[in-house]
């Protein structure tokens, strides 16, 4: 399909109905109060949504123009699934990805192995990659690798399905500890070593 950059919550509608396929396959299709509960969860959520059911249903009907979701009719609550897999032209183990880059940010590999394990079980980390590095050669692109932050021992990676992913300036600033914070620190750090000496001189020892 001619692809356009999706909405951050027309992401999150589409990997929520990827996620419950596997992990509660028994409400799926999802009705549109399971659909808006999965949105708005807050565990194994980056962001953490709030969203009104009208706004998800609006959404749910954005992508269907884009042939991402589907209506599934005969039941008496109507219910929604996707068809991300065959729109995108993407294997189950990508879409498996994928997903949880939407539901969870930019993670690294080990991370995303570990992440889509109830979705799709990758033999090692390296299979991972291999999948995430085909994403990336896509084009146009689905996957992006990040810059490795200060510190970090690992690259994360990032879906490109809402536009570019965040700047390495601004993954940088994000990764940066703040004056106030390090401020805090020291406060802290200080109260402690207080705390341990005055310990120390009543049992009569050297700290």
């Not at 209506?71 to 065959?86: C, D, K, L, M």
Request: aromatic content about 4%; hydrophobic content about 45%.
């Amino acid at each position: 399909m001619g692809r356009r950059d999706l909405t951050p919550l027309e992401a999150r509608v589409l990997a929520v109905l990827v996620e419950k396929e596997s992990t509660v396959p028994d409400s799926y299709p999802l009705s549109a109060n399971a659909l808006t509960a999965g949105c708005n969860q807050k565990t194994a959520r980056d962001p953490v949504m709030d969203v009104a059911e009208a706004e998800v249903l609006a959404t749910v009907e954005e992508l269907k123009a884009l042939h991402l979701v589907n209506t599934v009719s005969g039941s008496r609550v109507v219910r929604y699934e996707h068809n991300f897999a065959r729109a995108l032209g993407v294997p189950g183990a990508a879409v498996a990805l994928l997903a949880q880059l939407m539901l969870r940010g930019p993670q690294t590999a080990a991370e995303l192995r570990q992440n889509t394990e109830r979705l799709h079980r990758f033999a090692d980390v390296s299979s991972v990659e291999g999948f995430l590095e085909e994403l990336a050669g896509r084009e146009p692109p689905f996957a992006v690798r990040l810059p490795k932050a200060p510190g970090a021992r690992e690259a994360r990676w990032a879906h490109l399905l809402c536009g570019p992913a965040a700047s390495f300036d601004q993954a940088v600033a994000a990764a940066a500890p703040r004056d106030e914070d390090v401020a805090l620190l020291r406060a802290e750090v200080a109260a402690l070593r207080q705390l341990v000496n005055r310990i120390a001189a009543e049992l009569g020892i050297e700290p």
